[in-house]
T-cell receptor, first 116, second 114 residues
Framework: AQSVSQHNHHVILSEAASLELGCNYS??????LFWYVQYPGQHLQLLLK??????LVKGIKGFEAEFIKSKFSFNLRKPSVQWSDTAEYFC??????????????FGTGTQLKVEL | SAVISQKPSRDICQRGTSLTIQCQVD?????MFWYRQQPGQSLTLIAT?????????ESGFVIDKFPISRPNLTFSTLTVSNMSPEDSSIYLC???????????FGPGTRLTVL
């Protein structure tokens, strides 16, 4: 079975600080990887995704993530956070299951608070 | 990406009753899914809503408790039956072109069971 771990449950940063949120997954096959964000009072939105190709992917609002296959990791980064980045961030993995089909599995989420 | 709406956005229900949640998409989509997000937890897939056939349920979820309909490629319903306080959650629908593709999520339905 596939699983996703997000190491930091709560992160507090000051504006302009750099951000890195960890995401590791457990799965032996091909995966598609996603980061979703949920701003306060809003619904879940796609931040970025990796399907294939360049392992460094860029998303909206200056976010990027790097897929490191050997480490089963897909960490999210942003060089300088803003107060408006305060949100909950979810890493998700979509892997091909034995017997066919795919399933999107989410991590437990990281609550990011950016202070002025 | 598709525009997804859910009704109701929130509800407070009594134990033992049932609630049907609707999910409407502004364009035809192949795949529709239903998720649950319990308080303080991540999203868990309940089932895949299949157009014209019975939904495919994940382990731990059964049709009698969560009957799902999908009469066409733009609409699905999830019913939470015989509710108990443990069913208090946010219920979300999502859509995608196929199972491996990006899923886009609706705004969710916040359900409180007293």
């Amino acid at each position: 079975a596939q699983s996703v771990s997000q190491h930091n449950h709560h992160v507090i940063l000051s504006e302009a600080a750099s951000l890195e949120l960890g995401c590791n997954y457990s799965y032996g096959g091909t995966v598609n990887l996603f980061w979703y964000v949920q701003y306060p009072g809003q619904h879940l939105q796609l931040l970025l995704k990796y399907f294939s190709g360049d392992p460094l992917v860029k998303g909206i609002k200056g976010f990027e993530a790097e897929f490191i296959k050997s480490k089963f990791s897909f960490n999210l980064r942003k060089p300088s956070v803003q107060w408006s980045d305060t949100a909950e961030y979810f890493c998700a993995v979509n892997g091909v299951l034995t017997g066919g089909g795919n399933k999107l599995t989410f991590g437990t989420g990281t609550q990011l608070k950016v202070e002025l | 990406s598709a525009v997804i709406s859910q009704k109701p956005s929130r509800d407070i229900c009594q134990r033992g009753t049932s609630l049907t949640i609707q999910c409407q998409v502004d364009s035809q989509v192949t795949m529709m899914f239903w998720y649950r997000q319990q308080p303080g937890q991540s999203l868990t897939l309940i089932a895949t809503a299949n157009q014209g056939s019975e939904a495919t349920y994940e382990s731990g979820f059964v049709i009698d408790k969560f009957p799902i309909s999908r009469p066409n490629l733009t609409f699905s319903t999830l019913t939470v039956s015989n509710m108990s306080p443990e069913d208090s959650s946010i219920y979300l629908c999502s859509v995608s072109k196929d199972r491996a593709d990006t899923q886009y999520f609706g705004p969710g339905t916040r359900l409180t069971v007293l």
